[in-house]
């Protein structure tokens, strides 16, 4: 079951030539197919945003650690890591949804980065959700690197970018 996304292109065919009376400008909508696989990791982005949040937050008000400690400072690098992480897996969400060619390297590249700033937070809040990132994060990266996905997402199928 496939999902769709709108984009709104020019439609030169359908202008009449100059001189021709009144310039007129048509514009069409074209559909573009999205996979369900792409939507599904789009809203999973979505997610390890907000939970690369949470993490930050855990890491900044961590009372385990003394502040002005070699572990203090540490933490707010990893801190503004997750933060940066999180608002960039947004921005990734938001072009796997709407199929930009961008959104490939850019999902491989926070994949990775994600995953290793999760490790680094392990024990920072419940196994659980800490697990359940883990997963959210490796099947992203396994569903990016799979045949197919990278074609789906290549230059030619944007749409005004």
Do not use: C
């Not at 690197?145 to 990278?150: D, E, K, Q, T």
Request: hydrophobic share 55%; proline share 4%; aromatic share 6%.
């Amino acid at each position: 079951m496939a999902q769709s996304a709108h984009h709104l292109a020019s439609d030169a065919a359908n202008r009449r030539p100059a001189g021709a009376g009144t310039a007129s400008h048509r514009t069409r909508v074209v559909l573009v197919s999205r996979p369900l696989g792409l939507s599904v990791l789009a809203l999973a982005a979505t997610a390890i945003g907000v939970s690369l949040v949470l993490w930050a937050g855990a890491w900044l008000v961590a009372s385990d650690i003394a502040p002005g400690t070699g572990l203090a400072a540490v933490a707010r690098i990893v801190s503004v890591g997750l933060l940066v992480a999180a608002g960039l897996e947004l921005v990734f969400a938001y072009g796997a949804w709407t199929l930009r060619s961008w959104a490939w390297p850019l999902g491989v590249s926070l994949g990775t980065v994600s995953l290793v700033l999760t490790l680094l937070s392990a024990g920072r809040l419940s196994s659980s959700a800490h697990l359940l990132t883990l997963i959210f994060e490796v099947a992203m990266l396994w569903y990016l690197l799979s045949p197919g996905v990278h074609e789906m997402l290549e230059p030619n199928r944007d749409h005004g970018d």
